[in-house]
């Protein structure tokens, strides 16, 4: 314990019952988890993440208090973040979302905090809540931030972090409300890419682990590349690329390129990156990053529309938006959706709608898409965009890949009569379609016409069907508030 024994604070309840947890653990370190079965072992993991849970929690009212007191500055800190980050040896981001979260579920997100303090969620789920929360319109009354922070804590009980981030963006769009009178309103500011976390809000989301890398190499990547070409190793197996949603609705792009691939980014972004004067003459007052990134935009638009990338699932690579019939009419309510689950702003919507070709896929009540099957034995193009409209992703239980990463699978097979139709079909990741095949898990459609998977007997003697909730498209989530 890092209490002095002779400290008045030792005698203060609070710290003897911490003390009691200490010695507890100290009887657990190094424990025969090895003598657990493979059941009870998964059981004690989620037991102890409960714990910690708990705890954390209590540090966070603990954190609350400190920063109630203002005791960081009579501790000579310029505030409880730095004290924090001093005291914690943390982050800075990480402090500053430490102090965010500790106020917010001692004041107005007590719920959240109940449920915390239950070890009902996470740690980071709680942050997130309180990112999406603080990112909501300020025209949003009262009790409807309180239906929207249930909604998270209910959300929360499915998804992990990421997901449940991209739902708090949903739920910012969908509560963004338009004046669609003549020369009304646009959409609240308060709702657009501004700051959701404090100090914090561009440093990815929780658990993204690419905190640190938007400034400049600290200039041992260089060093480790002259090693590499030394030892004759290829600096094409080096290449990386990370894409991390951003709490505030924007997507991070860092990586690292070897000289040859840099050379040909650089080469095909400097012609469209270059300075474009307006028509008067004016400089153009686009930072050289913006233009680069205009560029990036610039070159994936001419991509596409060559035509010229290889075919995927039977579909071209296309971006792909799905609109309720509200938000192309510029009504409020629901948000437009890219295909990777992102909520688009009104303003783009808009854009894209000018020059845009649209195909549309008729939905049943239930939100399925209605019959567009063929007799033949591979999955038409037609039927894949109605997959990905149900399924919304590998449909297996807890799988999180995108559309884009699935093949399509029968449920009964074509070489036992199964035909090639939207209800014989459901899409699976490459991993999730080895384990259909050899598993002895059964795929089967609900009575709304959506895939649930019966487990083996080994994994529930009941096999009781399972559904995915990543496979739950955010409109159907958000409906209840949408419609309130």
């Known amino acids: 314990m890092v209490s002095n024994p002779e400290s008045p604070s030792r005698k203060h309840v609070l710290v003897d019952e911490l003390a009691a947890v200490s010695a507890r653990i100290d009887a657990m370190v190094d424990g025969p988890a090895w003598s657990m079965s493979d059941a009870g072992l998964l059981e004690f993991l989620l037991d102890c993440s409960v714990v910690l849970t708990r705890l954390a929690a209590v540090r966070l009212q603990i954190v609350a208090e400190v ?145 640190g890398r938007d400034g400049v190499s600290d200039g041992q990547s260089g060093a480790s590349d002259d090693a590499a070409a030394a030892s004759g190793e290829d600096p094409a197996g080096r290449r990386e690329l990370w894409i991390s949603e951003l709490p505030d609705g924007m997507t991070r792009i860092s990586g690292e390129l070897d000289p040859e ?116 034995r591979t999955v038409t193009a037609d039927i894949r965009r109605a997959l990905v409209a149900r399924d919304n992703g590998c449909a297996f239980p807890g799988c999180d890949r995108p559309a884009g990463w699935t093949e399509a699978h029968h449920i009964r097979h074509w070489i036992d009569g199964g035909n090639t139709s939207l209800d014989n079909s459901v899409l699976l990741c490459g991993h999730h379609h080895r384990v259909i095949h050899h598993e002895d898990w059964t795929v089967q459609l609900g009575p709304d016409r959506r895939p649930e998977f019966l487990p083996p007997a080994w994994i529930d003697a009941s096999r009781t069907p399972r559904r995915n909730p990543y496979s739950r498209h955010p409109h159907d989530l958000l409906y209840g508030i949408a419609a309130g």
């Open 67 to 211: 920063h109630g007191r203002d005791l960081a500055r009579r501790a000579g800190a310029s505030g409880t973040v730095a004290l924090l980050r001093e005291r914690l040896r943390v982050r800075a981001v990480d402090a500053n979302r430490l102090v965010d979260v500790a106020v917010a579920v001692d004041g107005p997100l007590a719920a959240t905090g109940e449920r915390l303090a239950a070890g009902e969620i996470s740690v980071e789920q709680a942050q997130v809540i309180v990112a999406g929360m603080r990112s909501l319109p300020a025209t949003v009354t009262a009790d409807v931030r309180r239906q929207a922070e249930a909604f998270l804590l209910r959300q929360a009980d499915e998804f992990d972090p990421t997901a449940l981030a991209r739902l708090a963006r949903h739920l910012r769009e969908t509560l963004t409300r338009v004046d669609s009178s003549p020369g009304g309103d646009p959409p609240d500011p308060a709702s657009g890419g501004g700051s959701e976390g404090g100090g914090s809000s561009r440093g990815g989301e929780p658990g993204d682990g690419e905190s």
């Open 261 to 376: 691939a840099a050379a040909l980014l650089r080469a095909a972004l400097d012609p469209l990156a270059a300075p474009r004067p307006a028509v008067d003459g004016a400089l153009d007052p686009r930072s050289p990053a913006r233009r680069r990134a205009d560029a990036l935009v610039d070159l994936l638009d001419h991509t596409l529309d060559a035509a010229v990338l290889p075919v995927g699932g039977g579909v071209r690579p296309h971006l792909t938006v799905t609109i309720p019939w509200s938000a192309l009419l510029g009504r409020s309510g629901l948000p437009a959706t890219t295909g990777w689950g992102q909520p688009l702003p009104r303003e783009v919507l808009r854009r894209l709608a000018c020059d845009a070709s649209v195909g549309r896929i008729i939905l049943d009540p239930a939100g399925v898409p209605l019959e567009v099957g063929r007799t033949q």
